[in-house]
């Protein structure tokens, strides 16, 4: 099987290691060979966080700059300073809502412009979704739902051999009874949001 | 039921590296555990502990590693398979017990494991573990995934009762943090209590006696090495003229190599999954059918000398090569790039590595470094010593645990961390060797895991300090773990006793020993400036449940506050303060709702007492 690399890059406390889980669970019902790895710990108190996604017949658990196949970002910021994972060919989907670090409130660091942001991810690499995850994830009715949003949008894209309905299936055995529906809502709102972008 | 009790033979689950050395344990029968918890180890405890509460299993936050480590030496010395576990360093704190444990041995299984962590991640250092096999004599274990890892539980422990010694089984956290998919097996039934069999010729380590065991392990070491040579963790892969030695990660990163330079038919693999002792018989077979040898292995060279040793006694002259400044490194963690293109070059293999992304023209990002949380009672504490220390010359030694994220600016109050418990004793140092003023900080958890001895050594002899002991309540960096001094139902315990660090300091002889409340700034300021003013040592108790934990335990009723238009813009909130509830948004603070926790610090800071609570 073709190896699909994928990595996730996101802000402490936003829900990635919950999104490499419900890909995981995906990739296990599918019969899909899967591996992951992540960095958990001091990193989760508002750092950056990043999980690595390896679907196929590699045995690496992680990836190496310029190997990613598809990027998926929870905070545009993060996104951009992922770009180093990509190579012309890779697929980048951001949620475009900033969380901005608090270096920048203390005036140690310049948040970078959202339209220059986004010419430069177009022009480095081969697709580019944007969107406001968070809105979305609002309109599925919870803010966190974020993850699950960008989860819709991944695999709208065809890049992983994953179909829509085995993620769900996963989203139910694998996140909270009581916020089922909501993900199911989010995934939906974020698939079509790729479709659209 | 807790997932990893499924009883279901031939089920795969998609776990957690950690998850799945915890279920090995299991099907391993371990009947006690103990850990002291840490990074990238914490998940096993964990999930044992959980287990512990519907199963007859044991388990026990111990105080410390060394204090872990003899917990389980007495259980294993009972006939009752026992698991110990930490992180890398914390086999430093238990290497006083490892090494005559390794003398004395054990009647029913005990693995050790430890996990190492290249490049850093949560941890002080990147030390190689495997060095301990060969200091203690000792058998190393190494998984390179997270099936395998499972796997190698049940052996290590057959393998520490065949050789009657515990086994130390190392993983690396790229093992522990990664997920793989790995298939249930059965679940034997736990064998929860034994007997201690008197045998002080064994146990009781007087100089006559370890003047035999030594004998003993040194005899232990030869057949552990007998057993490596067949292991079935130590195998031989393809077939051809170049050699790779491999261990643990590297392994996958060696295999996917070849796949993708397609060198299968030139290459053979040594993977060593059995380090200590290193198979020798194997190894030299190996060394002999090889034109030439690299060693991949992240963090020392340990394979790579014993590699040059064997073909050294076999004078068969080999070219052997791994840590060299056009190859491999000392330093941090490798990758499937990093290893793919070394063996191009070391081999010679042609290879144009694809082509790096140009990021020349991306604007320089704005740095992310973790902080401590909206609300966290560790920002309003060191706020508070900040004002009452203001103007004097000070050295602020930390400890380990969120609050060390206190040496970030604005706060800029950490000077000198080396290990667990070293704030309270090198302030000692400090106090002596300048007239500059000593603060010092440490949390609850690390205070009991090895603060006490410290703080008793200042008392004794006399030094002149403020420790300011963190008490939020529980392990709070590591993942919320209980410790002595916690409220213990709180973790779903009971019938542990709970020790009040305020008497234990009195107890100990401090003469000065307040209590504050950090988010009542004006109070505590007031108690910080009389405990700095005090000759001699004083400990001052900042006590305040850690936000998350109180947020998971539906303890906290968060009532935001805001920015009124009484705001002046003089930022100090930020500037001072920096809690992440607040950014600037159309070149005025405010506070995001959802994050803040209502903790009011920023409040009764604000000079024009702009900063308010949101009406429901």
Redesign the interface.
Known sequence: MDTKRLIIVA??GQGNLLA??VL??A??LSDV????????????????VESAVVFGD??????????ADVLVGFEP??T??A??K???NTVVITNTAPL???????G??????MD?LKT?IKA?TSRFISFNGIELAKEAGN?MSLNIVLLGALIQTGVLPLTADSVKKAIETTTKQAFVETNLKAFELGFQAAVNA | MHKLLTDNPGQ???LLGNEAIARGAIEAGVAIGSTYPG??S??ISLALFQMSHESDLYFEYSTNEKVALEVAAGAANSGVRTMCMMKHVGLNVAADPLMTLAYVGVTAGLVILVADDPFM??SQNEQDNRYYGKISGLPILEPS??EEAKEMVPYAFDLSEQLKEPVILRTT??IN?????VELKDIPQRVTKGSFIKDPMRCVTVPAVSRSLHVKLLKNIKKAEEIANKSEFNFIEGQGPWGIVCNG?S???V??AIKDLDIGDKTKILRIGFSHPMPAALVKQFIKGCEKILVVEEGEPYMEEMVKVFDQEEKLNVPIQGKADELFSRLYEF????VRQNIATYFDVPYTA??????A?????????????AGCSHRATFYAIKQAAEGMDTIYPTDIG?YT?GFL??MAMGDFLICMGSSVSSSCGFSQATDQKVISFIGDSTFFHSGITGLVNAVFNNHNFTLVILDNGTTA??GHQPNPGVDAELFNMSGNGRVSIEALVKAIGVQHVSVIKPYKLKKSIAAIKEALDFEGVSVVISQEMCTLFAKSNKMLKPRAFYVSDKCKNHRKC??TF?C?A???QGDF?VIDP?TCVGCAVCAQICPENAILPLKK
């Not at chain 2, 943090?177 to 998919?181: A, E, K, M, W, Y």
């Open positions: 802000v402490g490499s889980k995981g669970e990739a296990l060979p899967v591996k992951m790895s992540e960095i958990h710990g001091m990193a989760q108190r508002g750092g950056v590699a045995q690496s658990t992680i990836i190496s700059d310029g190997e910021s993060e951009l300073r770009l180093n990509c190579k012309a901005p670090p608090f270096t920048v409130s203390l140690i660091g310049v948040y970078p412009d220059e430069l480095k803010v | 795969k689950m998609l990074t990238p914490s998940e991640f949560s995934s997270v956290t790229r943090h990664s997920t793989g998919i990660v392994y996958n990163y295999a996917d990758n499937p790039a990093q694809p082509p790096v992304t140009d990021l023209d991306v604007p320089e990002i704005p740095q992310r470094p973790p902080n401590l949380c969120c994220l600016p604005p960096m590591t930020i500037s920096t992440p607040f950014s600037i603070p959802d």
